[in-house]
């Protein structure tokens, strides 16, 4: 495939964050990423610049510029309200095109993960996925992506020489965002959709937000999650009790998953999701390795079970022996309500 | 319909270690299955062909050993193989790997939609099944959870998203992935076993499928893993508490308190 010379690397500049829009709100993962470029555009002496693709989102770039931005794009489309991978993906590789950033780092997420793969292809550059570290060379600007690969088991060092820009995702809370510098300036350059983007185009019949923080996962600072030990449907509720009490979402075995007493959105390890919230309370979960891989690097982790032998009891950094039934409405009399 | 189904061989377990002196990973005495992802794909492509008609293709990008994964996918309802298998195209990234099976697609012609699993369980990537839409420049919906209906020319799906669910239409042909919650595979029947067996599974090359030998392997791919290392491992004291409920609870609750976490 086309490589660039050292002259057309060159040309490639700044560094690019791809916002994490939801129903018009920028989501808070957009500050950690732009936290992240930050450092790389200060070693590279270049800029950040954050790209807006959403429908009502003119106004909400500018407190981009708090976060460490220079430049915020914005696209701003009646169009762009659902999630159009097709057509984000064509105004991406558009923009990157015509503003050559040197790397575009964009977040882990069900969105990005679809989005991003699509724009790696389409102009010919390389992808790494999750990246839970990013430098930069701050000679040649090379990317050096640290992923995690067999559920977390290896992590590997990747860099892409020959090819501009250099693509990232990062997982929501693997970086910190930075405190906002509400006196910090920037400008917004406005751009619109175009007729070629629009060739293919969902039709986005329904669009179901839970209002629960109890699913989502990834952007969950507290997990509490239960296993087989929970014993039914009954168990989870009173984990969804103890996790609105600390406001922290739900996690689940796939053993209990698949008893059908919480939905797989729930899931945690190799068939569900991989989480690494700062903390992780197992509750009768026994820690099947195909579990473990999904939560281990999760900042802190408590175990709550009977039987003192099991391997989630053996990683974890706190484990109570004990009946979770009993000990859970304890813990909730011990936390005030929020 | 004409579904092809991307599937990929890997290890058992995502449990892998790297051998402290050659810093590979180890992968003898790993049993090697098919990505866990992928036997909901194949199985949601052979319930599609059940229900609307058609063929299901099974195809694979690997070494040799890697036709077993379409002998399983054949023992479950799936009408061909095809083995993507040379030395040009070992060392493949996300982006030749894609390249090559959407080669492999037009190769095979006329399909209708293409299903691949979330993302396999060593690589983890998630990045395959979007790529192969962008080299073809078809639509695509990632995270299925639901297939909810199929027209001639379009399809309506249900997408899985860390806060909730869409539903939207999608012109084919088109490139699915899909996660869990869609289907439960069925286990192969005998007679499923038997022509698994006796399957002759063709073995295409980079010239069988038009590659262009610029675009796969180690040449056709930009990115490069220049180092691999073992996480830090937990560090290995575990504080145990125990007592009452209440004792434990206090106790936690402390400690969760002393790390500001609560």
Redesign the interface.
Same mark, same amino acid.
């Given at each position: 495939?086309i490589t660039l010379t050292d002259l057309e690397r060159k040309e490639y500049r700044n560094i690019w964050v791809i916002a994490e829009v939801?129903s018009g709100e920028i989501q808070p993962v957009t500050h950690e990423l732009i936290g992240a470029a930050r450092t790389l555009a200060d070693a590279r002496n270049s800029q950040v610049w954050a790209v807006v693709l959403g429908s009502g989102v003119g106004d909400k770039a500018e407190s981009l510029y708090a976060y460490g931005a220079d430049t915020v794009i914005v696209v701003d489309d009646f169009r762009l309200s659902?999630?159009q991978?097709?057509m984000e993906?064509r105004i991406l590789v558009r923009l990157i095109k015509k503003y050559k950033p040197e790397v575009v780092v964009c977040a882990a997420?069900?969105?990005g993960?679809?989005?991003i793969?699509?724009?790696?292809?389409?102009a010919?550059?390389?992808?790494?996925?999750?990246c839970t570290g990013l430098s930069i060379d701050p000679e040649n600007g090379d990317l050096?992506q640290t992923s995690?690969?067999?559920?977390?088991?290896?992590?590997?060092?990747?860099?892409?020489?020959?090819?501009r820009p250099q693509m990232a995702t990062v997982r929501p809370r693997v970086m910190k965002a930075p405190e906002p510098d509400l006196n910090r300036k920037g400008q917004v350059i406005k751009e619109s959709v175009l007729d070629t983007d629009l060739d293919?185009m969902?039709?986005?019949?329904? @669009?179901?937000?839970?209002k629960e923080t109890a699913?989502?996962?990834?952007?969950a600072r507290?997990i509490i999650a239960g296993g087989r030990g929970m014993k039914g449907p009954e168990g989870f509720e009173l984990l969804k009790q103890f996790a609105s009490r600390?406001g922290g979402a739900v996690g689940a075995s796939r053993a209990a998953v698949d008893a059908g007493w919480i939905?797989?959105?729930h &899931?945690v390890g +190799?068939?569900?999701q991989?989480v690494q919230s700062?903390?992780y309370i197992a509750c009768g979960i026994s820690g099947q390795? +195909?579990h473990l891989?999904g939560m &281990?690097?999760c900042d802190?982790?408590?175990a709550i079970d009977k039987n003192?032998d099991t391997p989630m009891?053996?990683?974890?950094?706190?484990? *109570? *022996?004990?009946?979770v039934f009993?000990?859970i409405?304890?813990?909730m009399?011990? @936390?005030p309500k929020l | 319909m004409k579904i092809v189904v991307c599937i990929k061989q890997v290890p058992a377990t995502n449990d892998a270690k790297i051998d402290p002196e050659t810093k590979r990973i180890i992968r003898e005495g790993q049993k090697a299955i098919m990505n866990p992802f992928d036997t909901y794909a194949v199985e949601e492509g052979v319930r599609l062909k059940e229900k609307f008609g058609g063929e299901v293709i099974a195809i694979t990008m690997g070494p040799p050993k890697a036709e077993a994964v379409l002998r399983e996918a054949i023992s479950v309802g799936a009408d061909r193989g095809i083995l993507l298998s040379d030395g040009a195209f070992a060392g493949s990234d996300t982006w030749a790997t894609s390249y090559v099976l959407a080669k492999a697609i037009e190769k095979i012609g006329d399909v209708d939609l293409v299903i691949c699993g979330k993302q396999a369980i060593d690589g983890d990537t998630a990045q395959v099944g979007p790529g192969i839409a962008a080299h073809l420049d078809w639509m695509q919906a990632t995270y299925v959870m639901a297939v909810e209906s199929v027209e001639t020319s379009s399809i309506t799906v249900k997408r899985m998203h860390e806060d909730g669910y869409d539903v939207c239409e999608l012109q084919l042909p088109a490139v699915l992935t899909v996660v869990k919650d869609i289907n439960t595979p069925r286990v192969p029947t005998l007679k499923g076993r038997l022509a698994a067996q006796k399957y002759e599974i063709p073995v295409w090359k980079p010239e069988d499928i038009g590659a262009d030998h610029d675009k796969i392997g180690l040449k056709g791919s930009p990115t490069r893993v220049v180092k691999t290392q073992a996480p830090d491992p937990r560090k290995a004291s575990t504080i145990r508490i125990e007592g009452s409920p209440q004792e434990c609870a206090k106790a936690l609750v402390r400690e969760l308190r002393l790390r500001s976490l609560v």
């Open positions: 495939m939801l659902g999630f991978d097709e993906a997420t069900s969105r993960r679809a989005l793969p699509r724009v790696a292809v389409m010919n550059c390389g992808l790494t996925a999750d050096l995690p690969a067999f559920g977390g088991n290896i992590l590997a060092t990747i860099r892409c020489s020959n090819h293919k969902k039709k986005i019949i329904e @669009i179901f937000r839970s699913v989502n996962l990834s952007d507290i600390v939905p797989y959105a &899931q +190799q068939t569900g991989t700062t903390l390795i +195909q891989v &281990q690097s802190m982790i408590v003192p009891m053996q990683i974890a950094d706190i484990a *109570i *022996i004990g009946d009993e000990i409405p304890e813990i009399n011990e @936390i | -």
